[in-house]
């Protein structure tokens, strides 16, 4: 079986920073595409950002230069850099990782953006 592990959420001030990492655990034979979701209360998961093995990455236009994601292939792990964070940036926050053909959801990670 197959696991992600997030970490790295929390309580942050407007235009402030915080960085979200996520590792895949288990009989992995191969990784495909990572990203990352959100979810805010009342909403529908979204797409935030997501990065082939290969390291091209598409983002969401409302994060576009602001947040970066990037991949640790020998660790099996996906990150999400948050910089000039908004309070409309507050959701909970899901990985998710193709492998092994298969695609796989992390627990998530509360972001709060507030003053």
């Known amino acids: 079986q197959v696991q992600l592990g997030e970490s790295g959420g929390g309580l942050v001030q407007p235009g402030g920073s915080l960085r979200l990492s996520c590792a895949a655990s288990?009989?992995?034979?191969?990784?495909?595409?990572m990203g990352w979701y959100r979810q805010a209360p009342g909403k529908q998961r979204d797409l935030v950002a997501s990065?082939?093995?290969?390291?091209?990455?598409n983002y969401a236009d409302s994060v576009k230069g602001r947040f970066t994601i990037s991949r640790d292939n020998a660790w099996n792990t996906v990150y999400l850099q948050m910089n000039s964070l908004k309070p409309e940036d507050t959701a909970v926050y899901y990985c998710?990782?193709?492998?092994?053909?298969?695609?796989?959801w992390g627990q998530g990670t509360q972001v709060t953006v507030s003053s």
């Open positions: 990065i082939t093995n290969s390291g091209i990455t």
């Open positions: 288990g009989r992995i034979f191969s990784i495909y595409d």
């Open positions: 998710t990782a193709n492998v092994n053909f298969r695609t796989y």
